[in-house]
């Protein structure tokens, strides 16, 4: 029985010992062929793109200083001058202005927007008229010598005589007004002195604009002088003058047209509102 199991014992002892002998071989093998000859390689391969940066050629946007924007200073542009126009007359309220002037020698009315000769009229102030004409801006003064502007008007006026005789002898010469019961009769040369001296008007009657809401519906008499041409008239404090020859006075413009048109009137209604009542003076123009 010793014997047996000694045997035994043996055998599994060399059993093993081959067993282990070719896996040793067995691994060998392996190593030699697809293994590293130095140490075991467990990094994967993977493609790596090298990192790159970019070179800063210019300082960094945030911290450069805001470029200083030099402002350019305005040059006004020189105003021209327009030699075929001369204002006679001008009217204006606020935003509107309706001015009388002659243009190569004829009589016009221009209002605001209008133009003539390509020449736009863009408003007017108490002593002169503005035009534009292919972007540049004309500014024709008032004709004659300083005016003194009454409400809303500023007249042009015609030289002043230069001695007391010369302005006695004007005065005397101008004509006058006759009253003659149902109507009235002014002297043609009446016409052509206040036609002439402009100014004149602005001294002798205040007249602005009347108004129902934004319509324009006459011209309002704020003031008129005693014992004047215009009080002759029979014109009063407060009358509204709504008509001329039944062309109502809804617009500056056809204000001034019957005013440009005086010198060749003959005979003349006015239509005016005094109070609440609506009347009628009649004029004969000799």
């Known amino acids: 029985m010793k014997s047996s199991s000694k045997k ?4 599994l002892l060399v059993l093993l010992m081959s067993a282990f002998v070719l896996a040793k071989l067995i691994w060998t093998l392996v190593a030699y062929l697809w293994l590293p000859k130095q140490g075991v390689d467990v990094h994967a391969t993977v493609a790596i793109k090298p990192l790159y940066y970019r070179p800063k050629l210019t300082p ?12 350019k200073p305005v040059v006004a542009v020189p105003q021209s001058r327009i030699t ?17 002037l002659l243009y190569k020698g004829r009589n016009k009315v221009l209002a605001t927007g209008e133009s003539i000769g390509g020449f736009v009229l863009k408003g007017a102030t108490a ?40 302005a006695t002898e004007q005065k005397q010469d101008r004509g006058e007004i006759r009253d003659m019961g149902d109507h009235k009769v002014i002297d043609r040369k009446l016409v052509q002195y206040y036609i002439h ?5 602005g001294r002798n009657i205040g007249i602005v604009d009347a108004r129902e809401g934004k319509a324009l519906k006459g ?16 014109l009063k404090r407060g009358d509204i003058i709504k008509a001329i020859n039944g062309q109502p006075l809804t617009s500056y413009r056809a204000a001034m047209q019957i005013y440009r048109s005086a ?24």
Not at 8 to 11: D, E, I, M, Q
Not at 145 to 152: C, E, H, L, N, Q
Not at 269 to 282: D, K, V
Request: charged share 25%; aromatic share 6%.
């Open 219 to 234: 011209f309002k008499v704020t003031f008129i002088r005693n014992n004047s041409d215009f009080a002759k008239l029979g």
């Open 60 to 71: 960094n946007q945030a911290n450069r200083p805001k470029p200083v924007v030099v402002k």
């Open 197 to 201: 001296n402009f100014r004149e008007i």
């Open 127 to 166: 002593r002169s008229a503005i035009f534009e004409k292919d972007g540049k801006r004309y500014e024709v003064p008032l004709s004659g010598a300083k005016s003194r502007v009454s409400a809303v008007v500023a007249p042009a006026s015609a030289p002043a005589a230069t001695t007391s005789t010369a």
């Open 8 to 11: 035994a014992l043996l055998s």
């Open 84 to 100: 075929d126009i001369k204002v006679t007359g001008i009217y204006a309220s606020g935003n509107e202005a309706v001015v009388a």
């Open 263 to 286: 010198p060749d009137i003959d005979t003349l209604t006015m239509t005016i509102e005094r109070g609440n009542e609506e009347m009628e003076l009649e004029y004969e123009v000799h």
